[in-house]
């Protein structure tokens, strides 16, 4: 069974980066087990592989990170579950198939968000999960995600209570015409904590 790990109090982001790749390699080598972070990061905007330098609007103080993760920038901090499967696609009962990896990902988010009343979907050819805010999509979590000998790093970002005028920074995965939003401007007021307990139960179902 995968083990979830939850990082305490706000976690920088550069510190996080080197615990994900150290379990990275350890899981490569068969020296650590499978686990799933959970995490709330201080301030920081991350940039993936696919970001534009014209994304980058307006950083202010906050830091800008380059990482190795699929996609463009995003914004993380307070409010927001930042998970971060380290999983061996190559072991048995699985699939080295990284498209299909994301869709398991978008769908175990989608059937958590569902325990808490949320109607979440896909868009084809766009990588993360969506709810309709004033009858137009608006995104709620965010995929990024990498491989290393089939070991998964990086991954999801669900805006539970974040401060949504943060992604007023940049344009969030590259999408100018799509707002963002989170639990909380929806109307459903809850913690971390709680939003953990039902993805944690869910989990197995997938993966």
């Known amino acids: 069974m995968v083990r979830f790990i939850t990082l305490p109090n706000l ?3 550069g510190h996080t ?3 994900m790749e150290t379990r990275v390699k350890n899981v490569i080598n068969h020296f650590s087990e499978e686990v799933v972070y959970l995490v709330e990061h201080s301030d920081i905007y991350s940039a993936g ?18 990482t190795g993760r699929g996609g463009g ?7 927001q ?7 061996d696609l190559s072991s048995e009962g699985r699939k080295k198939d990284l498209k299909l990896y994301i869709k398991l990902l978008e769908n ?6 569902s325990s808490f009343g949320i109607t979440a979907f896909t868009i084809n050819g766009m990588v993360g999960v969506w709810v ?3 009858g137009m999509p608006a995104k709620i979590a965010s995929i990024g995600v990498r491989v290393k000998k089939w070991v998964t790093y990086h991954g999801v970002a669900v805006n539970i209570s974040t401060n949504l005028d943060m992604f007023d920074g940049i344009i969030a995965c590259g999408l100018k015409a799509y707002a963002i939003t989170s639990l909380k401007k929806l109307g459903v007021d809850i913690t971390l904590t709680q939003f953990d307990e039902v993805a ?4 197995l179902e997938y993966f």
């Open 200 to 203: 944690k139960n869910k989990f």
């Open 11 to 13: 976690a920088e982001y």
């Open 49 to 66: 592989t696919s970001f534009r330098d014209s994304e980058l609007l307006n950083p202010r103080n906050i830091p800008v990170i380059y």
């Open 108 to 113: 175990w988010i989608i059937d958590s968000l």
């Open 132 to 134: 309709k805010q004033n």
């Open 17 to 19: 980066l080197q615990l």
């Open 81 to 87: 579950r930042v998970i971060y499967p380290i999983l």
């Open 73 to 79: 920038f995003t914004y993380h901090g307070v409010g």
